[in-house]
């Protein structure tokens, strides 16, 4: 079995070297990840550069490894179509992100790009995200990386869906079991800090404080704050098809 | 009306002055848009650095103007939560984009993702895109799009949707008509151009032409080969609720 491991805190990141260790019992890793951490890039993909990569030869568990001076999604596409040319992976995994990405965060998340990028690709694929970024505790979250990779192939994964997984940063006897969840919504409070830099000129900082909004029980946010893990199923077509109707029946006219 | 004007091909973009023209006829247009081209960021903000605006005081028809060194969801968020912080807008327009934003490459636009963002700030969002990159003919297409929002702002949207709107870049006599669609699937052959420079190191250009694989009646697409203007609505929740119950009888064990 072929595993493509990204992420987008960079290949020199601790949750992707503790993922690595952990895919390695189970079948061949190859690392394609940035070369320096890229959080919050979105769906991005580097059109007016060209890529550079460069093969990293002593990391630790993986088959080969390259650095990319891209975004998640540029790793994954020049993966599947350029580096592995002859070995198709069998699936990608991104992750472990070092931070939650929950509900709307989800737009902005380099970690989940990567996935989609993989089904895009056609490659069953799956984020994974730690919900901590002080100490955080790789070690379960890397277990249960295994384990899910592991279930994925051989239950298989319907086209065009992808899994958002997100571990709370404990170990193995306080997770209080898994939860298959749909994303909530997250908005922020106070969301730049307006400052005056060393010579009089106004900058602004993105900041601000989640407000979490939805609080039903089946939400992502709320199984991570009952200690759970969450699963959440997502897909790529932001198609909205109930409203079609709706819009047709406005009757432009031009 | 005030409106909140942004894009992704830069604040000096002809599809940005053309419809800030047109829009200026009903409404007072506030435009904060990236001091540069910034396409296919996808849905990025900017958290590593600082964000540093600059007013520019001679925008055509704009009631103020604003160039932000940040992504297009950098500037719907910097707009709403400080630049305009009296003057809450009343809809947000962005566009017009030189080049389709049609199916799965929604998921990479940055003209797309501005919009996004008005949605999850609670503002109507629309999102404007001419099907052409050579020889681009804004004029109908803004016009156009002071039509579509006069008809948002009459019969509003439901929250968290969004209009993702391509039209051909052609003048009034020649479009077809309008259509209602959803987001086809696009997918891309020959994906890397692999080159080597100057001094014998290896690079990587993101090419490729796309073969459209869904060529159904209802695309996105197809509306704009048969020369209609293409309206998708469109949301961000990416979870896909329908697969929620297959992943729960896994029954995935710790």
Redesign the interface.
Known sequence: MKILLTNDDGIYADGLRAVCAELARIGEVYVVAPDR?M??????????K????EEITSFPNAQKAWAVDGTP??CV??AV??LLNEDRPDIVLSGINRGPNLG?D???SGTV?AA?EGV?LGVPSVAVSLTAFENPYYDFAAI?SR??VT?VLK?GL?P??L?NINVPSLP?QD?A??E????G?R?YRN??D??MDPRG??????AGEVVETDDEPDTDSMAIKNNM?S???????????D??????D?E?K?
């Open positions: 951490e959080s919050a890039t979105g769906h991005g993909i580097t059109i007016h060209p890529l550079r990569v999604s540029d596409k020049l179509e350029c709307t989800v737009l902005y790009s989609i895009i249960f384990i899910i279930r239950e319907p065009d869906t899994l193995h997770i079991g898994i298959v969840t749909r994303l919504v908005r969301v730049f307006k400052r000129k106004t900058y602004y900082w993105l893990i699963i959440t199923p997502i897909h790529f077509d932001l198609t909205r098809l409203m079609m109707d709706m819009i047709r406005w432009i031009l």
